[in-house]
């Protein structure tokens, strides 16, 4: 009990942008939330661009970021090889070896999932590298094949950092919050993509790695199902308590 004439000191009331933030938090969380917003956005940035001419915003924020130095390169070439493919099976491996099988068994599906999708989408869309587009692009490095929406790279960022996030302590998802966006402007500044191209490769990364965990959440509720369904005629076969 509280000594008399004492009174229990409230929480401080939390802000509209804090409650909305939580919110925010709370709805991504659920997979079903993270598909839709996927979808949806997939459909709004393919939608979006047209295989024979770049509209003038996009043109722009291209042009701000593939026109930065050359001595970028460097680093933005070590940041970039987080999307490519083969940081899947480097992630997945290292999921292993620190214990988590069920990580690296998510890190390998969505990884490859969103590597392998995004060229069904680049055959569908068949939109040009920025290069065609796009006069007076800077290229760097090895030239990009192919066609450009949507970048591989960014789905499989994305992909990988959505799956690891919530076994992350703060260090690591800070980390990871700040690759995942530097791996679509890498993409832009070499001169391999579009913004659009990357916006469409965050919605895919985004929808391959909801629908895995999906999944994952249907086969564990069936897995417990059976094993509930097994052990019920097992407890029924005991003696009533006297």
Same mark, same amino acid.
């Given at each position: 009990?509280?000594?008399?004439?004492?009174?229990?000191?409230?929480?401080?009331?939390?802000?509209?942008?804090?409650?909305?933030?939580?919110?925010?938090?709370?709805?991504?969380?659920?997979?079903?939330?993270?598909?839709?917003?996927?979808?949806?956005?997939?459909?709004?940035?393919?939608?979006?661009?047209?295989?024979?001419?770049?509209?003038?915003?996009?043109?722009?924020?291209?042009?701000?970021?593939?026109?930065?130095?050359?001595?970028?390169?460097?680093?933005?070439?070590?940041?970039?090889?987080?999307?490519?493919?083969?940081?899947?099976?480097?992630?997945?491996?290292?999921?292993?070896?620190?214990?988590?099988?069920?990580?690296?068994?998510?890190?390998?599906?969505?990884?490859?999932?969103?590597?392998?999708?995004?060229?069904?989408?680049?055959?569908?869309?068949?939109?040009?590298?920025?290069?065609?587009?796009?006069?007076?692009?800077?290229?760097?490095?090895?030239?990009?094949?192919?066609?450009?929406?949507?970048?591989?790279? *960014?789905?499989?960022?994305? +992909?990988?950092? =959505? #799956?690891?996030?919530?076994?992350?302590? &703060? /260090? %690591? !998802?800070?980390?990871?919050?700040?690759?995942?966006?530097?791996?679509?402007?890498?993409?832009?500044?070499?001169?391999?993509?579009?913004?659009?191209?990357?916006?469409?490769?965050?919605?895919?990364?985004?929808?391959?790695?909801?629908?895995?965990?999906?999944?994952?959440?249907?086969?564990?509720?069936? *897995?417990?199902?059976?094993? +509930?369904?097994? =052990? #019920?005629?097992?407890?029924?076969?005991? &003696? /009533? %308590? !006297?």
């Amino acid at each position: 009990m509280r000594p008399a004439g004492t009174y229990a000191r409230s929480a401080p009331p939390q802000s509209p942008a804090g409650k909305h933030d939580v919110s925010l938090r709370e709805a991504l969380a659920d997979p079903r939330v993270r598909l839709g917003v996927g979808i949806a956005a997939l459909l709004a940035t393919a939608s979006a661009v047209r295989p024979d001419r770049v509209g003038p915003g996009e043109a722009r924020a291209f042009q701000a970021v593939n026109g930065l130095p050359d001595a970028v390169y460097p680093p933005a070439w070590v940041v970039m090889q987080l999307g490519a493919f083969g940081a899947v099976p480097a992630a997945a491996v290292t999921a292993a070896l620190a214990g988590d099988r069920e990580l690296a068994g998510r890190l390998l599906v969505g990884g490859t999932g969103a590597w392998a999708l995004s060229k069904l989408v680049k055959q569908i869309v068949r939109r040009p590298r920025p290069t065609v587009l796009l006069p007076g692009t800077r290229g760097r490095g090895r030239d990009a094949a192919g066609l450009g929406y949507l970048s591989g790279h *960014a789905a499989v960022a994305v +992909a990988l950092g =959505a #799956a690891a996030l919530p076994r992350l302590g &703060p /260090a %690591g !998802r800070a980390l990871t919050l700040t690759a995942i966006p530097l791996v679509g402007l890498t993409r832009v500044y070499v001169g391999a993509h579009l913004p659009l191209d990357i916006a469409g490769g965050v919605a895919l990364g985004l929808a391959v790695e909801a629908a895995a965990a999906l999944v994952k959440r249907s086969s564990c509720a069936a *897995a417990g199902a059976r094993r +509930a369904s097994r =052990a #019920a005629p097992a407890a029924s076969r005991w &003696p /009533a %308590g !006297r």
